[in-house]
């Protein structure tokens, strides 16, 4: 079976760009979620998407927008890119009958985004 | 969302048994506890989940008292390969609560091992 994948891998943009990244699922799965993680920081909840829909957001702008595809692959869109958005960010994936368990998610290697 | 403690950091030597403990005091009754590895520049990995006493399975055993206020996260024979860092989290994951499943992360702690 087949990991999660993102990307690009790295990617520097400048501040009051806009920015996509992508996520493909893993196969079988059909929920996927999006983290940022600063240098030295945890992983942070942004937002979750089930069947091409919004299912949860953490405490972030709505200039964090995202994008569930028929096959599961999702975007992560964010615009008016500013310094403090530099992290990495990964997405990950889950399926219906592992959803509600906080094991049942497989984490891409993430999207090392710059903004300067 | 119940917080959690974990020391920042921990060395040991290859071979050791390692023991990282979480503390979890306003745990709820319908969570759990679970803990995640990441290494440097991968996204974290599912090690192990309990909800009380002991859970082991090939590579970790995770020891939770009765009250579940704390728990250990116990790694035998490190290797090089466990230098990352490890997260201790708790969350309600039971079907009830469905369309809150995000996980939430804390700093976590980075275990160095020691050749």
């Known amino acids: 079976e087949t990991g999660v994948t993102q990307s690009p891998t790295h990617l520097i943009k400048t501040r009051g760009q806009q920015v996509t990244l992508r996520c493909s699922s893993q196969s079988g799965h059909n929920t996927v979620s999006w983290y940022q993680q600063a240098l030295g920081q945890g992983p942070q909840f942004i937002f979750q998407?089930?069947?091409?829909?919004?299912?949860g957001r953490g405490n972030f702008p709505p200039r964090f927008s995202g994008l569930q595809f028929p096959n599961y692959s999702s975007e992560l869109n964010v615009n008016a890119l500013e310094l403090d958005d530099s992290a990495l960010y990964l997405c990950?994936?889950?399926?219906?009958?592992?959803?509600?368990?906080?094991?049942?998610?497989?984490f891409g290697s993430g999207t090392r985004l710059t903004v300067v | 969302l119940a917080k959690t403690t974990q020391p920042i950091s921990m060395d040991s030597y290859e071979g050791q048994e390692v023991n990282i403990t979480c503390s979890h005091n306003?745990?709820?009754?319908?969570?759990?506890i679970t803990w995640y590895q990441q290494f440097p520049s991968q996204g974290p990995r599912f090690i192990i989940q309990g909800y009380k006493t002991k859970v082991t399975n090939e590579v970790a055993s995770l020891f939770i008292p009765a009250d579940r206020k704390s728990s250990t996260l116990s790694l035998p024979r490190v290797s090089l390969s466990d230098t990352a860092v490890y997260y201790c989290l708790v969350g309600d994951w039971s079907a009830s609560n469905f369309g809150n499943e995000k996980l939430t992360f804390g700093t976590g702690t980075r275990l160095t091992i020691i050749p």
């Open positions: 990950a994936s889950s399926s219906l009958g592992d959803r509600g368990r906080g094991y049942g998610y497989t």
């Open positions: 306003n745990i709820a009754t319908n969570d759990y």
């Open positions: 998407y089930y069947r091409e829909e919004e299912n």
